[in-house]
């Protein structure tokens, strides 16, 4: 049994936010709450399966409150890294130094240039009929995945913090992230559930 196995049920208690979370890939850790909140023997699934039917409705408020928190701590975590990350950036925009502020697009440059060129190479071969570094390549294949993978992965990480450095610029506040947006609704879901039962 996992903690997936009690989602349907946490849900049907009226705990809709942990018992999602039990479903993915974040079941691990909303488990070890939600145990902890119903007062189960170990933190188990099956521990906290036989602890939910005896558990008070409150507990599984409680689960729900400390989920939510959980989740607010990692949203505040991600934006202060953001926040930093934008910082550094923005201050290389107003450096001196010319190879702090031009490293990213040149690097994007410069990617964008490889690549052309190693097409450029293939299509070239592949049209004179020279198979040899078409098979050579073919059979780099994994090491050339992993390559172009952190490559544009950095490539996609600077386009993103640019993107919402731009938007900080032009509103004058920070871009909320999606996990940042996602507890705030969570957030006011909770507090209007706790309205609804008073």
């Known amino acids: 049994m996992d903690w997936s196995n009690l989602a349907k049920q946490v849900m049907a208690l009226?705990?809709?936010l942990?018992?999602?979370a039990l479903a993915g890939p974040l079941g691990g850790a909303a488990g070890q709450i939600l145990a902890g909140a119903v007062g189960a023997?170990?933190?188990t699934p099956e521990a906290v399966?036989?602890?939910l039917p005896a558990a008070a409705p409150e507990k599984l408020d409680d689960a729900e409150a400390r989920w939510a928190e959980a989740l607010r701590a990692?949203?505040?975590?991600a934006g202060m890294a953001a926040t930093e990350t934008q910082r550094t950036m923005r201050a290389e925009l107003i450096a001196e130094d010319v190879v702090q502020?031009?490293?990213r697009p040149l690097y994007a440059v410069e990617l964008t240039l490889e690549c052309a060129a190693l097409w450029a190479i293939v299509l070239q071969k592949f049209v004179a009929g020279d198979i040899a570094l078409l098979t050579t390549l073919f059979d780099a294949t994994a090491l050339l995945v992993a390559y172009w993978g952190f490559r544009f992965g950095v490539l996609g990480v600077y386009m993103s913090g640019r993107t919402r450095e731009k938007v900080c610029a032009a509103t004058g506040q920070d871009a909320p992230s999606a996990l940042g947006g996602l507890v705030k609704a969570m957030a006011a879901n909770l507090a209007g559930?706790?309205?609804?039962?008073?």
Not at 74 to 77: F, I, K, T
Not at 193 to 198: A, D, E, M, Q, S
């Open 14 to 16: 009226g705990a809709p």
């Open 18 to 20: 942990i018992g999602t």
């Open 41 to 43: 023997a170990a933190p």
């Open 49 to 51: 399966q036989a602890a």
């Open 74 to 77: 990692e949203a505040q975590a």
């Open 101 to 103: 502020r031009w490293w």
């Open 193 to 198: 559930r706790k309205g609804v039962l008073k």
